[in-house]
């Protein structure tokens, strides 16, 4: 009984956030991105953005918005939604593999349920309720699908598809970059793996380029655009915003 009234109570938070308070203030931005990137114009300029909320424009890395061209094509109002929908799964779906990988569970059964299956549902129950997940599916953030690529990366038996993934990771985390740098200093990743992953987020990256951008200025728009939101005082600068960051 208790593990059904855990389950109801994961998928009761979810609902209403739905319904209550979901701003999507970060998929919008997104997608008003994209939308100026698809027609050709600077997408780090406010004149050029028509559903974004803040009074500067918002930090989009070009790369990510191929990401969002679905939703830019159905429009924001639909695609939120959608969108919605799908980082509630990504996060469950992140939540299971972390699970699995971590060998704490060898069974798990809703129709019977054991002491294994309460626990993962009770670690379900707090990670919906956690900070991370209900700030992600509330104002569109990416972070989710971020974290689920990087740790299929590391679970991947297959090295194709980890080097993949951890290629659109960095598209959508472009910090993750030095991480890869990292984990071959660490011996974890070889010098192919992170060539290879490397050219996967530069690929991405330089995908505009199909919408006639020139690239060069493109991410020098972006770079002033960095530059205005993590100036002291600013959004994004470490005093105002370092512990979401942490």
């Not at 192919?192 to 199909?210: D, E, Y």
Request: net charge positive; aromatic share 16%; with cysteine.
């Amino acid at each position: 009984l208790a593990t059904y009234a855990l389950l109801a109570g994961a998928l009761l938070r979810v609902v209403l956030i739905a319904i209550l308070d979901p701003h999507f203030v970060d998929f919008y931005c997104f997608v008003d991105a994209t939308q100026a990137l698809m027609h050709g114009l600077d997408p780090h300029k406010l004149e050029n953005l028509h559903f974004t909320r803040w009074q500067e424009a918002p930090l989009v890395y070009p790369g990510l918005t191929l990401f969002f061209i679905p939703f830019a094509l159905v429009g924001p109002e639909i695609g939120k939604y959608i969108f919605y929908v799908l980082n509630v799964a990504m996060g469950v779906a992140y939540y299971a593999v972390v699970v699995r990988a971590s060998g704490l569970c060898t069974r798990f059964s809703l129709r019977t349920p054991d002491v294994q299956t309460f626990m993962v549902t009770f670690g379900a129950f707090l990670f919906v309720n956690s900070v991370f997940f209900t700030l992600c599916i509330r104002v569109g953030q990416v972070s989710l699908l971020v974290s689920l690529f990087l740790f299929l990366t590391i679970v991947s038996r297959r090295r194709g598809v980890g080097i993949v993934l951890f290629g659109l990771a960095a598209v959508v985390k472009y910090s993750q970059v030095p991480v890869l740098g990292l984990l071959y200093l660490l011996n974890r990743f070889r010098f192919v793996f992170c060539l290879l992953s490397f050219s996967v987020f530069a690929a991405v990256s330089a995908f505009p380029i199909l919408f006639g951008h020139n690239l060069a200025d493109l991410y020098r728009s972006y770079y002033e655009c960095l530059m205005r939101w993590v100036a002291p005082g600013a959004a994004n600068s470490f005093a105002m915003s370092g512990h979401t960051m942490i």
